[in-house]
């Protein structure tokens, strides 16, 4: 198994909910990532997990709150958000002392 | 700050031409360039990628050239095909850097049939 799994594809949430998004992967990586992609740009990094434990928080706002439950999975808790917080939200993987990054294909989020 | 460079942003290349995507660096010690394709919808994919102690790497239609001492970097795609129509970042690992990743603004490259 190669792939990085990601649910929902898609989720339209009010400013007031509560989400959750989802990510898997059996490659055995032992480092996942959630980045945010907003159109026509590149990636940006929000969280690392490095062995599930938080190594790198870009500084996001605590409206967004990562989970890692096992080596396995990695969940984005969505709470209180506001409509430019609309983007591409992709989860990676990647072996420790490797470089190669497996992206998922992405939760489209529209808040509205 | 670190940074990474990428031009053109935007490229329209006939069936059966080189498309060709630059990178530049400046100022970081990187040692990790990978290239990544994204269809729409789709997350980026690792397409090829080059350490700094190698001057080319080739893998099919697709071929990296590095030029560390120029710090530039550029993606060549031979016999460029429809299929191959996407958005084409570069990007760049920090040595001190396991998990990060500096990325170009990437290119929207177009194949004319």
């Known amino acids: 198994d190669t792939e990085v799994t990601q649910t929902p594809k898609h989720l339209v949430m009010g400013m007031t909910n509560k989400k959750s998004l989802k990510c898997e992967q059996h490659m055995g990586h032992r480092a996942m990532y959630w980045y945010k992609q907003k159109a026509k740009k590149p990636p940006e990094l929000m969280f690392v997990y490095s062995y599930e434990k938080l190594s790198i928080n870009e500084s996001v706002p605590s409206r967004f709150s990562p989970e890692c439950p096992n080596s396995s999975l990695l969940n984005l808790h969505l709470h209180a958000l506001q409509p430019e917080d609309s983007a591409l939200y992709l989860c990676?993987?990647?072996?420790?002392?490797?470089?190669?990054?497996?992206f998922g294909s992405g939760t489209r989020l529209t808040v509205v | 700050q670190q940074q990474v460079k990428q031009s053109p942003q935007s490229l329209i290349v006939q069936k059966g031409g080189i498309s060709i995507i630059n990178c530049a660096y400046e100022n970081t010690a990187f040692d990790y360039f990978p290239w990544y394709q994204q269809f729409p919808g789709k997350g980026p994919a690792l397409l090829i990628a080059?350490?700094?102690d190698v001057s080319e790497k080739k893998e099919g239609r697709f071929t990296i050239s590095f030029n560390k001492s120029a710090k530039q970097f550029s993606l060549h795609i031979m016999d460029s095909q429809p299929g191959d129509s996407a958005t084409y970042f570069c990007?760049?690992?920090?040595?001190?850097?396991?998990?990060?990743?500096?990325w170009g603004a990437g290119t929207k490259l177009i194949i004319k049939p």
């Open positions: 990007a760049a690992t920090p040595a001190d850097s396991n998990y990060q990743l500096i």
């Open positions: 990676a993987s990647s072996p420790i002392a490797n470089y190669g990054y497996t």
């Open positions: 080059i350490r700094p």
